[in-house]
């Protein structure tokens, strides 16, 4: 059994990896003459992570069957390196948290890869897109997987990477290029945090061994002060890679990729990786408090300032975009409130529903033919059946009403915030599940009810084809139901998931009264109702273009945060780029190469006027060269 | 006695030779003063006991080599004006003297070190056809199968070398 | 006594050396070169001599047939030049100036 389990870590990453290098070999022999059909490519893509779901599903029964304490199984596949006190091997780790996250990647990555047949049909570097989809599956499994910040390291720069080739994907057009470049700079500040971290990490306490088994056991000889740096560190990385304040900016630029791209960021992989980072290393958190303390506070500004943004954007993959960077802010909200099970959960539910909403969102767009601006719809629910149905259950879920998924994920951090204390955490928290709920279908009514707002392009408008409706339907079971897994003792619920986490995550464990769990939860869908009340009074009956005045034009126009960073680090960067680029590079950097190569000219020169090129003066040299060795050795002679 | 006379008279003979094949200009000249040098070599051999080696210096070196030298020379009609102007050739000669000298010293050094011998005529074969030739061809039959080949080589580099003949002229 | 001879085999060796380095004729820096190996001969047969053994006589005689050889290569030599440039002068040869 354990022997199986071992063999499927091994091969779960290798799947998808596989399918990449396949399909960019095939793409890069044939891109110049004859191509493969598109369908070829297409089924080859989705082998690699329908195989990587299978296995992570086997894995997954596998470690359920084992008793408790023993469920870890780490797999070393090759030692990678080893310098001096350093040694790290290339090794997997199955535990509760990877099996879980590996489960709903794979499960919602195989359904986006399927989505995407249909998605991209038309495009002409179909392979490519394909190659880029599968190796980004992979980075996120070996990220998941790793048994150590290194290979986790592997993992988090192969999402960045793919990140910025997919986000840029549409390369004809410059500003997608430079959305890729954004991304891709943002996660590298990030990254140098987490890289920083870590290489604190191994120096206080790397010496014993450096995957997290050891690490876990050490994690008390840590003094408190480095524990505090590593935590925030590592932290970093995470606000870089799951976009937080103050490296959110990069992910709503983001959704200039295709938009099943912007499916698997949201849901499946790349923007989870932060969470899940914080949450493999809750041995950490717990040690320092505070830390906690600043990731919940990061996490929950995160949440309601995008959910400000979130309010007056008119582009519907933007809308969808700030409720994702919001939703993160909830999920560290919860793992700062050391509820990392709550968090995790809510990265598991949030899988489902972003995912479904961003591929319910493609159908539209590509029903639309690439409208992306919600005030140029309007009145699609009869032309998109299954679309808005599908839709209308992730909004539920999104915005967390009862009893869609959302609610009992959002509710569960949310109560872990109140019962630790955590009051004014709580309050702005059940603030933004309003806004959530208020953008949520102020996006739905303008979308699909009211009057088509652009009546040529309505009908036009068709339902897309099954290979796109069916995982729209799957994914909408997932949203519904995915909540009943951590169904609370309050309603009879086990917790499922919460236990399942138990020996992973060093849960906090709040508890409270029964009565203030029903307040809480009370709020929390009085937020939802006031919101979602809000929204259709004001657009359920059909909206115009709406002039932005006021907050909502600084809202509109978010903060000018963008501008604010180019003010403050671009331009100045940019300055002293040109000014060592202008001056210092050619006057100071240059100036001793310069005589260098001056110098050795001028040896040069003098040299060139020794060779004459007279046979008979290099006979002359060699001749005196002897007769002033034999001058030298008639010395010693008597 | 006799013999010692006679090496002195010999050594200044290849010495006069030697100085005149550096000094006089035309080629000619220089050939046959070497001439003289190589033949008083020869009687150096003989006084040395090397009787075959007298005989091969004067008819290969002496006669062969160099009449081929002389030939060419004459074969090519040198003319004054074909002669190189060597103005600084005083110059250059009191240098080289310079420069050589030590290295002339420091040989002088070492060879006074050696331990003197007498040079009376060896008898009893030594230096003569028989004995010398069974030394070469048991001993030394590599080398000199390879100066065979090396011979054959370089008569056939000369002849591509000196014979080519340009096309359309 | 042998040292004579020795003696004799340096001062011709040198006046070759000298006649290489100072001459720009070409004939003439062959010859010199010819000059150097006789005065090397007479110190093989000093030392065959010395020793009272052949093989420094076998080795003279080597020399010798090596020193047909580059004769004959030498003056093929002498002659392409002369034909091309219709100078004795080794200066010509000059490709190699950097």
Known sequence: MEQTAHFYLGLIPLMPLIGAVLIGLMHVTTCRGHRFPDKLYAVLACIGPVLACIMAFQVFTILKTLPVEHRILVHKVFTWFSVGELNISMGFMADPLSSLMILFVTFIGSLIHIYSIGYMADDKTYAKFFGYMNLFLGSMLILVLGDGPVVMFVGWEGVGLCSYLLISYYNEDSSNVLAGNKAFIVNRIGDLGFVLGMAFLFWAIGAQGFDYISLKANAHLLPQATAMLVCLLLFVGATGKSAQIPLYVWLPDAMAGPTPVSALIHAATMVTAGVYMVARFSFLYVTVPDAGEIVAWIGILTALVSAIYGMFQDDIKKVLAYSTVSQLGYMFAGVGVAA???????????????ALLFLGAGSVIYAMHHEQNIWKMGGLKKKLPVTYLTMLVGALALSGCPPFSGFFSKDEILFSAFASGHKAIWAIGVLVAGMTAYYTFRMIFVVFHGEPHSKSSYDHAHEPPPVMTVPLVLLAIGALLAGFFNLPELFGGHQMVSSWLEPSVLDHHAHAEASTEWMVMGSSVLAFVIGFSIAYVKFAKGAQLPVFTGFAKFAYNKFYIDELYDMLFVQPYKSIGAIIWKDFDPNVTDGPRKAISWLYGAIGDAFRLVQTGYVRVYAIYMVIGLSLISLLISQTLN | MFAEWL???????????????????????????????LISLAGMYALLSAKLMFAVQLIVYAGAIMSLIVFIIMFLNIQESDLPEEKGRGLYLVGGVVVIAPIAMFLYKIVRTLPGGDTAIVGNGFGEVRN?????????????????????????????????????? | MIINYLTLSIILFCLGILGVISRRNVFTVFMSIELM?????????????????MDGHVLAMLVIAVAAAEAALALAVVILLHKHKGVLDTNIFSLLKG
Request: proline content about 2%.
């Open chain 1, 340 to 354: 990392y099970s709550a968090g995790i959960f809510h990265v598991f539910t949030h899988a489902f529903f972003k």
């Open chain 2, 7 to 37: 090496y002195f008279g010999l050594a200044a003979l290849s010495v006069l030779g030697a100085i005149g094949l550096i000094l006089f200009r035309h080629p000619m000249n220089g050939a046959m003063s070497f001439v003289v040098t």
């Open chain 2, 132 to 169: 010398v030739g069974m030394i070469l061809f048991k001993s030394w039959l590599l080398p000199f199968e390879i100066i065979s080949v090396l011979l054959l080589v370089a008569l056939i580099g000369a002849v591509v070398v000196a014979g080519k003949r340009e096309v359309g002229k």
């Open chain 3, 37 to 53: 190996l006789n005065a090397a001969n007479l110190a093989f047969i000093t030392f065959a001599r010395l020793h009272v053994s």
